[in-house]
């Protein structure tokens, strides 16, 4: 019942704090009739054991808790193992339905065979103020708090997440459990690592059924719930649904079904209109939206089994699948961008230079809304402060690299031609026209070619000193015909080295400055007229 | 001669992942009946139950408070509690008006009850919410 985490940790909470409320019921001055007993009422009916949980567990932290329980971790006083204790307050369970739930979620847990993806129910105890289920510890967290965090995951990750969820559906089902609340907040993982195993956690709304038997009872979570659940006529093909949001979630970070109350998500359930327009799913396989549609089938008999869902070819094909998540793209430019040579970096300085006033203003707008102090000059601070102003989620390694490649003199803070420099580079340029004025800047005598005197010359202006091997590296890597000067050619080659990514990076990157740029408007920060706020501002 | 090879341009603005973090919720359980009251969840609330009603009565400075169900979809409906003027009554030790109604007290109400015949006083420090069941035949 509810949503019950075992393993958000908070601070320890001493004993004490955990108290008995001793509040005794006052007399009610509205009451018609007697008030009802305060007897205990008894949930589990068949309680193996008299003892108490103290006698075999210490109770210790609170781990998390849900909408109906408080999970601690508890110790197993003879075994020294962890695990988790779920205490399910009387009092929260206020009505005849409540106490039921409970009871099935305990036959359910007992009866479903031991499984990987399950969490296992090791014991079950019941005082007068608490049901206790004692289970194995999950310490890796939700499964929401990581989609959250990472904003969407990658094909082949979401894959393996997909494959797990419909093995515990296929399971389920195959031993006559609905699950019937199929949602992140559901999963935990085992444990912290990336590829930690992850179990469902919570059978509270959860029924045994027969095959071909109906059910009307509304229960759910909104975004999850299946159409035929909000129509009061569905069977476990319900979970097919909740599982198939949950992939839709995974692949691009939002629900399917949205709006901005319970009826607007419920209407939008019942319209059933999937967007795959929006980012990131361009970028996407058409073979994993296609395992998203016939999930998110309107009409229970034709949407897949979870057997069917585990036989597609993509989740078949899972270590095919891209493993980029569209986010790891700035770090692999900014990868590249360290690699590049001086004369390429200075190039885009120069292209930088020559960007019309539109295309460089909303660039001018962000280096002096990072430069807090006016300086001309950005350090790692202003930088990280001014990013996460921008609402850009890079991380702090990412900032860290950002910063590394991007201050290519090397004193440990970004002046403006560096900053323009690295933020060219993110947004991949298309614009031949601009390497072709480029080229012309550093071909001073106008013969068509970079000569090494000229390279020499452009290089020294920027950073005081040139040296000659490094002059010679360049025209080593960038003079590919070894003719002892830089054809346009060769330039444009140069430039574009690196750039094979893709296409799908490619309109990505486009967007997230779009993004960028939006943020910075909504922040007051940009003063852009009106002919220009509504025009895509890309190089 | 080089062709220019301007990009095109136009699509839909993407979300941030901070944006996304707006959008995906947790959210508490949908039932088809429901009451919610202006309570931390784990508020002491007295529950009694006769053969005509569900009363529910709370200490609340709420002041005028009305009762209103609301019809998510046919079959699903959702009792709050509003001010007179239809505000929101604040939620003791809640910032910040969370509109999922997640922490909130909440009570499923069994299928023998009428919520839309709610009502709701707020009187002498207590909040009192009274929601009938269904006439049995046998009465």
Redesign the interface.
Known sequence: M??CNACVRVDDVADSNRGK?N?K??P?P????E??SGVPIRVLKDVTSRSLIGDKYVIGRELGRG?FGITYLCTDRETKQELACKSISKR?L?????VEDVRREVAIMSTLPEHANVVKLKATYEDEENVHLVMELCAGGEL?DR??A???YSERAAANVARTIAEVVRMCHANGVMHR?LKP?NFLFANKKENSVLKAIDFG?SVFFKPGERFS???????Y?APEV?K?NYGPEVDVWSAGVILY?LLC???PF?A????GV??AI?RGVIDF????WPQISDSAKSLVRQMLEHDPKKRLTAEQVLEHSWLQNAKKASNVPL?DIVRTRLRQFSLMNRLKKRALRVIAEHLSVEEVEIIKDMFTLMDTNKDGKVTYEELKVGLRKV???LAEPEIKMLMEVADVDGNGVLDYGEFVAVTIHLQRM????H??KAFMYFDKDGSGYIELGELEKALTDESGDTDTAVLNDIMREVDTDRDGRISYEEF?AMMKTGTDWRKAS???S???F??LS??LMKDGSLQLHDDISG??V?V | MFAKKRSQHGGVVSSMPSSNAKKLLRLPHVFAKILELPFPSDDDVLVEETPQFFRFVASCNAGGVRALAIEILPGITKIVIKRMDGGDVAVAGRHQQVPSGFGLWRFRLPPGTQPEMVTAVSIGGKLVVTVPKIKSRAN
């Not at chain 1, 509205?30 to 009739?33: G, L, M």
């Not at chain 1, 009872?217 to 975004?223: A, R």
């Not at chain 1, 327009?277 to 990131?280: A, G, L, M, S, V």
Request: hydrophobic residues 30%; without cysteine; charged residues 40%.
């Open positions: 509810g949503n409320k509040k019921t006052k009610n509205y009451a018609e009739e008030i009802r909408e929260k206020r009505t005849a339905i409540d929401f989609i959250v990472r904003g969407h609340d907040e709304l009872e509304i229960v759910g979570s909104p975004y719930m909000l009061r979630i970070g939002v629900p949205w901005e109350d319970e009826r419920a209407l019942l327009k929006r980012e990131p986010g609402g850009s989620q298309e614009n031949d026209e390497f072709r444009v490619r309109q990505y486009r967007e997230r779009k993004s939006i943020n025009q895509a890309v």
